[in-house]
């Protein structure tokens, strides 16, 4: 199999299963303040980011919030997780090089807190109320928690599928 | 590499920053007073009162004159308007959702409205005077 | 750099294949939009009739709205008593004529509702409410002789209406503003009513009438406004009806240490200073709410709860200069005091 092909079917693998996870997701009831959730889906994002590259993760994020977008039928909801994705993946990139395999749900408590933090300066931009930033420390609790929990999800897969892929797919 | 420890450290510490600050926030009174302004209907301005701590002043204008508004701790007035009959300014200060303040010749309407966070009795949807 | 330019390449291909797929569902959200949803309200904002009017509608079609924005300026076109040009300002002029047939539906109300409480309700006041400065602010109290000659004047009694035919007593002029306010709000829930509409809420400068109840079926709380200061006296429960308030709160000028308000005895032309502060009525019609308000407010205390006792289609909340609340029986349940007024007495009045 040609090297690229491979990459691209893994990508494409991935986001499949980070919609279906977030689909999933969608059916679980809010418990009613907005942009407190688990957030699963995730769990695809940070294993991808080890287990392929940075790049490839932000790819999938990219189309796991578009595609998620229209298949919730929340435009207004798609703004919110395109700007917290965007702060998420950046901070992703520099903690993908300094963190060890053993860490690897640091990157996914951080990674949730700063798309808490992409979604209320949204928020803020749109409606102009300062009273918006009442919403972060709650946000931020929920998502450090959710991040823990998907975290060490992620840094499970990780661990388990690193010697399929080695074995299968790249390097 | 970071050690582990010091990684459960930071995001230890930053979990309990949040959690100090819900605290903080949320056994406070709930903020419940956001004071809107709408000209010929529209919003055009939004200030949560109970975020207010030093008292401020602004003016909105347009062709038709100008209002001069203040804004202290949960309260918002109308404290100078060059409309022939200034009844916004003697509407004097608005702290709750009862009455909005209105400039006619202006077509000027300061509302408060609750937030979602606001607590308590439920809010009149409206007000018979 | 390879790296990047894999990025775009993958996140481009991805977005490529979603893109139809994507216009396909965008358009099949616009389609939807067209039908608003039931839950959610449209509200506007309309300044009319000297005052600030809001409206809020629960489903119904686009243009309902701006249909109602219509209404509400034909009908101030014709009621008007400060536009020059308007229907009853020409009647105000010539003292005779024919109008229109909504000038000549509320003008028949509002004669009713004189007729009813015994002249307490005069739409013929209106010269002396303008030798005050009540209609255009330019505040003054008139001499006696200047009063006495211009009570003369009032009595609803001497308007005749014979179909559209309109003919006033000897220097006499009509103010709707009693009424008119109420009549528009009428029509206004009928238009909704006519559109499909099973949820609405209007609030013409402090007329509130309700169309039904609110979408999830509980009952709208209307605020009756503290008289005394900014917040509200109390909250009434209801559904499907208006909900009138009349307190000379809200237009008074003070000399020398005394409170003039703007609702006048018609037979003295003098505001009246009665003990009453507020008087809030609830009923089906909106028109013969905001007429009973005023008449009632002349009225006083014992005279209005007696009026009451009378009559079967409406209900009253009273409050007092000394702090009291009367509720008439039909709203016993549904009121409840609130702010400075939660503490206070209240009295309900009950048929014998």
Not at chain 1, 30 to 57: E, R
Not at chain 1, 163 to 171: A, E, G, S, T
Request: aromatic share 6%; hydrophobic share 45%.
């Amino acid at each position: 199999m040609k090297k690229g092909a491979g990459r691209l079917t893994l990508d494409a693998l991935f986001t499949a299963a980070a919609l279906t996870i977030f689909v999933i997701e969608l059916q679980i009831p809010s418990i009613g303040i907005p942009g407190v959730k688990l957030g699963l889906a995730n769990i695809v994002t940070v294993t991808a980011a080890f287990l392929i590259g940075p790049w490839d993760a932000g790819a999938i994020l990219l189309c796991r919030i578009v595609l998620g977008g229209v298949f919730s039928g929340q435009i207004m909801a798609l703004w919110y997780s395109l700007a917290g994705g965007t702060l998420c993946w950046l901070i992703m990139l520099p903690l993908r090089r300094i963190l060890t395999e053993k860490q690897i749900w640091v990157m996914s408590v951080l990674g949730a807190a700063a798309h808490n933090i992409g979604q209320i300066l949204v928020a803020l931009a749109v409606t102009r109320t300062a009273a918006i930033l009442y919403y972060l420390p709650v946000l931020m609790v929920s998502g450090i928690l959710a991040g823990l929990f998907t975290g060490i999800a992620a840094q499970f897969a990780v661990l388990r599928l690193r010697p399929v892929m080695k074995k299968h797919f790249l390097r | 590499m970071i050690k582990t420890k010091t990684w459960v450290l930071i995001l230890g510490a930053l979990l309990l920053t949040a959690l100090l600050s819900c605290l903080i926030l949320y056994t406070r009174p709930a903020p419940g007073t956001v004071a809107n302004i709408y000209r010929d209907g529209v919003p055009v301005r939004s200030v949560d009162l109970s975020l207010v701590t030093e008292p401020w002043e602004f003016t909105l204008s347009d062709e038709r004159g100008a209002n001069v508004i203040r804004v202290e701790p949960g309260r918002i007035a109308v404290i100078d308007a060059d409309c022939p009959d200034r009844i916004c300014v003697e509407a004097g200060w608005l702290s709750d959702s009862a009455s909005p303040i209105v400039c006619l010749p202006h077509r000027l309407v300061i509302r408060i409205e609750k937030n979602a966070a606001a607590e308590g009795d439920p809010v009149p949807d409206t007000v018979s005077r | 750099m390879e790296t990047v330019k894999r990025f775009y390449m993958y996140s481009l291909r991805g977005l490529l294949c979603v893109l139809p797929v994507l216009c396909l569902l965008l358009a099949g959200c616009a389609r939807e939009g067209d039908v608003p949803d039931p839950a959610a309200p449209r509200t506007a904002t309309v300044f009319a009739m000297d005052t600030v009017m809001d409206l809020t509608v629960y489903g119904g079609p686009e243009s309902l709205l701006s249909d109602a924005e219509e209404l509400i300026r034909t009908l101030e076109e014709a009621f008007s008593v400060t536009d020059p040009a308007s229907e009853i300002s020409e009647l105000n002029r010539t003292g005779a004529g024919d109008v229109g047939d909504d000038t000549a539906e509320v003008l028949r109300t509002a004669l009713g509702v004189c007729e009813r409480t015994g002249g307490r309700l005069d739409i013929t006041v209106y010269p002396v409410l303008r030798a005050w400065g009540f209609t255009a602010g330019d505040y003054r109290i008139p001499t006696d002789g200047e009063l006495s000659s211009l009570v003369s004047r009032v009595d609803w009694r001497r308007v005749s209406l014979e179909g559209n035919h309109v003919t006033l007593g000897e220097g006499q002029m009509v103010d709707l503003g009693a009424v008119a306010k109420g009549y528009t709000g009428d029509r206004l829930l009928s238009l909704f009513r006519e559109a499909g509409v099973t949820s609405a809420l209007v609030n013409l400068g402090g007329n509130v009438q309700t169309l039904g109840t609110k979408p999830d079926g509980s009952l709208w709380r209307v605020a009756v406004a503290d008289p005394l200061g900014s917040g509200y006296a109390g909250v009434l429960e209801t559904a499907d009806r208006a909900v009138i308030t009349s307190g000379g709160y809200e237009r008074y000028f003070e000399e020398n240490g005394r409170i003039y308000r703007h609702i006048l005895d018609p037979e003295t032309g003098i505001p009246v200073d009665n003990g009453l502060i507020s008087v809030t009525v609830a009923g089906e019609r909106g028109v013969l709410c905001d007429g009973l308000s005023t008449a009632l407010f002349v009225m006083g205390e014992e005279a209005a709860a007696d009026f009451w006792r009378g009559s079967e289609d409406f209900d009253m909340i009273l409050l007092t200069d000394d702090g009291r609340i009367l509720v008439s029986e039909g709203l016993e349940e549904t009121f409840t005091p609130a702010g400075t007024w939660a503490a206070a007495p209240v009295t309900v009045i009950r048929h014998d």
